[in-house]
């Protein structure tokens, strides 16, 4: 069983929104950190955005920031990640990721090794 599960990927014309959801099955990241990755085709894995295990210390990759927010319900043990202002080049394979590490202090850098559970991602598109 795949612990986490993403949805809301889809097709969207430049300059539109999407809000891609994350959700555990089968365990507890109650007390984990959680991430977003995004893979386009031909490029390494990149980091997107992650957030504390208590919905505090977003943190964001610079190609992002001010588009992409980051929030969690931990009662709903869900991640999601509001994307804004798409561009073209935002296309890719979205990953949720879960860390063992509960939360970083405000502006550290996340790594995607600090990631031990992965999702199946979801596709992104966007059209120019």
């Known amino acids: 069983q795949v612990p986490l599960v993403e949805s809301g990927g889809g097709l969207v014309q430049a300059g539109g929104s999407l809000n891609l959801s994350c959700t555990a099955s089968g365990r507890s990241f109650s007390g984990a950190a959680m991430g977003w990755f995004r893979q386009a085709p031909g490029k390494e894995r990149e980091f997107v955005a992650a957030i504390s295990w208590s919905g505090g210390n977003p943190s964001y990759g610079d190609s992002v920031k001010g588009r992409f927010t980051i929030s969690r319900d931990i009662a709903k043990i869900t991640v999601y990640l509001q994307m804004n202002s798409l561009k073209s080049e935002d296309t890719a394979v979205y990953y949720c990721?879960?860390?063992?590490?509960?939360?970083?202090?405000?502006?550290?850098?996340?790594?995607?090794?600090?990631?031990?559970?992965w999702g199946q991602g979801t596709q992104v598109t966007v059209s120019s």
């Open positions: 990721a879960a860390s063992q590490i509960p939360q970083k202090k405000y502006g550290m850098r996340w790594y995607e090794t600090d990631f031990t559970s």
